[in-house]
């Protein structure tokens, strides 16, 4: 990936938040016939991305191999009406922010019921977290768990390598930065609160 060290994040405190806010990545990874790409919810557990896919899957074929798990965090289009340099020199232009957080490792595969349980445990205990009753695994009848069970395969990614782009126009003077993050918040569609909110926890660019 293409970083530019003024938009390099290298703090991994950062980068594995962005990770459990935006949990669904995209796993990329080169199988008999080329580059496959999946998109899996994945866990970090310390060091390891855990997830899990169908039995049927390519990846369930791939243990061992060399594989890219890409998170990406809030994006938008930016106007370079928001900057106030425009309004005084007109020489800017458009350009799109976003931050994402590429994580590089090797695909182990597994097996075991105990294992996947538990990762499905923890999985829905925490996105059901903010429903009013929280569906939990018991809910289900335990020969229908069971057999959802034998149909998925575990997938552990251990982290050897992880990089982060945060494009949020740290390039720019601070006040272009805050007009930026006035017009998201005017603007205010998809994502743009999440996109807005992570630029004012950027630090100012340097003078």
């Given amino acids: 990936m293409y970083i530019p060290k003024h938009f390099a994040e290298t703090r991994v405190e950062v980068l594995h938040g962005l990770i459990r806010d935006c949990p669904f990545a995209t796993l990329v990874a080169n199988g008999p016939d080329g580059l496959i790409a999946n998109h899996l919810p994945f866990e970090l557990v310390g060091d390891a991305l855990h997830g899990h896919v169908a039995r049927g899957n390519e990846l369930v074929r791939l243990d061992g191999a060399e594989v890219l798990a890409i998170f990406q965090g809030p994006d938008g289009y930016i106007s370079p009406n928001w900057y106030p340099t425009k309004q005084e020199t007109h020489r800017e232009v458009p350009t799109w922010d976003y931050a994402v957080v590429h994580v590089h490792g ?34 289900a009848p335990a020969e229908h768990i069971e057999k959802s069970l034998r149909a998925i395969v575990g997938i552990e990614i251990a982290i050897e390598r992880i990089e982060g ?20 918040r005017r603007r205010d569609g998809d994502g743009d609160a999440e996109l807005a909110a992570l630029m004012a926890l950027q630090e100012a660019p340097k003078p």
Avoid: C, M, V, Y
């Avoid at 019921?113 to 059901?128: F, K, V």
């Fill in 165 to 184: 782009k945060f494009k949020l126009n740290q390039n720019h003077p601070e006040r272009n930065r805050l007009g930026t993050i006035a017009g998201l």
């Fill in 106 to 139: 090797r695909l182990k595969t597994i097996q075991d019921t105990a294992w996947l349980r538990s990762l499905l445990e923890r999985l829905t205990d925490h996105h059901e977290a903010t429903e009013p009753q929280p569906w939990r695994i018991t809910d």
